[in-house]
Nanobody, 124 residues
Framework: VQLQASGGGLVQAGDSLRLSCAASGRTFSVYTMGWFRQAPGKEREFVAAVPRSGGTTVYANSVKGRFTISTDNAKNTVYLQMNSLKPEDTAVYYC??????????????????WGQGTLVTVSS
């Protein structure tokens, strides 16, 4: 499974941005899709996750109510709609795919495949 993330950029606080992650290869074997992020000098952290076929979503407390994860199976793509962005959302965002699920924890260990990351910078 290959993952290609896109959609990052430079925005101002309060703006919105939508990230996309296109999956290719043996996508039928993927159960869960997730987004993680890593800010400069910090550990990678969980953002959101959803079953590839849709269903129950899971969010980090820091983004709950502002970010929405969704999937489009026809396009093998997972999205992360980010609203009301804050400077502390600045990070490289990574999409990830897991062969198992459902995953209700924020751990990165269950994920088997990772995209290359896309940079989101939020200015104050």
């Amino acid at each position: 499974v290959q993952l290609q993330a896109s959609g990052g950029g430079l925005v101002q606080a309060g703006d919105s941005l939508r990230l996309s992650c296109a999956a290719s290869g043996r996508t039928f074997s993927v159960y869960t899709m997730g987004w993680f992020r890593q800010a400069p000098g910090k550990e990678r952290e969980f953002v959101a996750a959803v079953p590839r076929s849709g269903g129950t979503t899971v969010y980090a407390n820091s983004v709950k109510g502002r970010f929405t994860i969704s999937t489009d199976n026809a396009k093998n793509t997972v999205y992360l709609q980010m609203n009301s962005l804050k400077p502390e959302d600045t990070a490289v965002y990574y999409c990830a795919a897991a062969l198992r699920g459902p995953i209700y924890t924020g751990s990165s260990s269950p994920y088997d495949y990772w995209g290359q990351g896309t940079l989101v910078t939020v200015s104050s």
